[in-house]
Nanobody, 115 residues
Framework: QVQLVESGGGLVQAGGSLRLSCAAS????????MAWYRQAPGKERELVAA???????SSADSVKGRFTISRDTAKNTVSLQMNSLKPEDTAVYYC?????????WGQGTQVTVST
């Protein structure tokens, strides 16, 4: 059974930086796409950034120029470097990984940006 384990969340002041990491273990981990989503209180879960096996990246307009997604396919890890954080970035961030047949989610890590 595939497990995704996130790390790196926490509390940071506006303008600061955090780096989230996600490691996949177990089962068939031949992921086509790995991504980060987030869900703020009272809002729907939204895509932050995604990266394919080939390295193609897509990201939300709200994070372009501030967040960078990267992936180590050999190690089955995906990271999200978050710079110039804003209070509106406060959310639970979820790691996501997809194969042809299945989608997997991590348990989430809280990111809180204070003013």
């Amino acid at each position: 059974q595939v497990q995704l384990v996130e790390s790196g969340g926490g509390l940071v002041q506006a303008g600061g930086s955090l780096r989230l990491s996600c490691a996949a273990s177990g089962g068939n981990s031949n992921f086509n796409t790995m991504a980060w989503y987030r869900q703020a209180p009272g809002k729907e879960r939204e895509l932050v950034a995604a990266i394919t096996r080939g390295g193609s990246i897509s990201s939300a307009d709200s994070v372009k120029g501030r967040f960078t997604i990267s992936r180590d396919t050999a190690k089955n890890t995906v990271s999200l470097q978050m710079n110039s954080l804003k209070p509106e970035d406060t959310a639970v961030y979820y790691c996501n990984a997809r194969t042809i047949l299945r989608t997997y989610w991590g348990q989430g890590t809280q990111v809180t940006v204070s003013t």
